[in-house]
Every structure is written in C-alpha cells, then in structure tokens.
C-alpha cells in the first residue's frame, strides 16, 4: 500500500499544471457525509467476533431443528454460555445481531456514496489501471484502482473507489496495474459489470466513468514489470478468448 501511494504521489508531481483541470485524490471521491454512522462491531476484538458468529450458527441450528432432543439441549447449553461470556465482557450478543443487517445497509452506503461536488468536474486521478472489453457502443474500456492488485489478488475497493474508464482509440493498457494519471470529465454513474481478471470473473461495480482526454502514464517498477506484463497477457488473452463479454446489470 505504502508504494502505491508513493507511485500516484510521484505521477502528480511529473504532471503539468493546468488551471482548468482540479486534482483529486481518492479520497475526494467519497461523500464525506455517509461515512458517519454507528457501527458497534468495530470495537470488538477478533475473539469476539468469532464468538458472536459462532453464536450465530449455534442459534440457525436451534431454529432448523432435526436433530436428537439430546443434541438440541447441548446447542441450548452452549448458546446460553456463550451469551454469558460475552454479557460478562460488556456485550449484548443479541442486540448485536439484531444489529448486523443494519449495520451492513450502513457499510454499503458508506462505500457507494459518491461525492457530488466532483461530478461533472474535469479531474486529474492517478491510481492504477485494469484492461477491461469494450463497451456495447465500441468505446475501449478500462478501470482505475487506488492500489495494485486489487480486483485480482485482493478484493475489489468500494464502488466510489473505483473509476470506469472510457478512453479514447489513441491509446489502450498494455499492462495489468500500470501506473497512470488519467485527466477528463468526472461523472456519478454506477456500473456493475462482471469480467475476467486474473484470478478469475469478478464484479466490477464503479461509482463513476471517466471520459478520458488524455493518460499520462508512468511504467511499472522493474521488480514488477515481468509479472505484470505476464498477468496483462493473460487478462487480455481471456478477453479475446471470450470475444470481450461481459454482462451488465
């Protein structure tokens, strides 16, 4: 992470300065205002956690029955123990789960919101690019991740921090995760679209396109460079293999 953040710093120090153009950073693309809400799973340790998801089970288990009615009085004894290990540490394990499909509407709108004063701004973004097919309307496509390997190696970011790229046929990525800075008109549109990376279909969902009018791009580090023209090789050769497909929801 700490190279990533390097990289894109040192992409925006090689770029001109151009007044029309504002500089954003990743985080200037979130909507500062649904990241505040409450969230009581974020103080427990990992311990407790595991405790309450182990509770969690225990309790389906009770409710789908099936089991011997001595089986069923050894689930009631270890729930029962279970809750009274965590109400001794502070913790009310059943309003806590009542609580996680709350909380989880919460997450998702913290990672979806976008932020609206950027839409429609021409911006400058540096991060690190994904080849992706071409839309339906032959438009050569692409994304934009804060930090390298994700969507492959790591799971994708949340939607507003990942950017849909529409680039223009002057010029396409030769590489999986080549440092770029791209510059263009900024737009809130979410896109969900499934696509082969290279470990596999994963689901694309973006907060934002970007039409871009021009790249500014920056070769991978040499320790890196052979795998990533490796992984470039092979995303670029399912695409072709699967005539760029891709489905939209």
């Known amino acids: ?133 071409r839309d339906k309307d032959g438009s050569q496509m692409a994304y934009i991740v804060p930090e390298r390997g994700m969507c492959s190696h790591v799971p994708p970011p949340p939607p507003n921090q990942m950017v849909r790229l529409r680039l223009s046929d002057s010029w396409r990525p030769s590489t999986v995760y080549e440092p770029i800075v791209v510059t263009g008109q900024i737009r809130i549109d979410p896109t969900q679209k499934e696509m082969l990376v290279v470990d596999g279909p994963v689901l694309m969902k973006a907060a934002f396109t970007l039409e871009v009018d021009d790249v500014q791009i920056f070769g991978p580090t040499k320790t890196s460079e052979e795998a990533t023209t490796n992984r470039a090789s092979v995303l670029m050769g399912r695409i072709k293999a699967t005539g760029g497909a891709i489905k939209d929801e």
Request: net charge negative; aromatic share 6%; with cysteine.
């Open 1 to 133: 992470m700490r190279l990533s953040f390097v990289v894109i710093a040192a992409c925006f120090l090689a770029l001109p300065v151009h007044s029309e153009v504002t500089r954003v950073e990743w985080s200037d693309l979130i909507d500062e205002s649904a990241q505040d809400y409450e969230d009581p799973f974020v103080e427990l340790t990992d311990k407790q956690l595991n405790t309450l998801r182990k509770l969690v089970r225990l309790q389906a288990l009770l409710e789908k029955g099936g089991a011997t009615p001595e089986q069923l009085d050894q689930i009631q004894v270890d729930i029962e123990a279970i809750e009274a290990t965590l109400a001794e540490e502070g913790i009310d394990a059943n309003w806590l789960i009542s609580q996680r499909w709350v909380v989880m509407e919460r997450r998702e709108k913290a990672g979806t919101a976008a932020n609206v004063d950027i839409d429609g701004v021409t911006v400058s973004l540096g991060g690190f690019v994904i080849p992706a097919p």
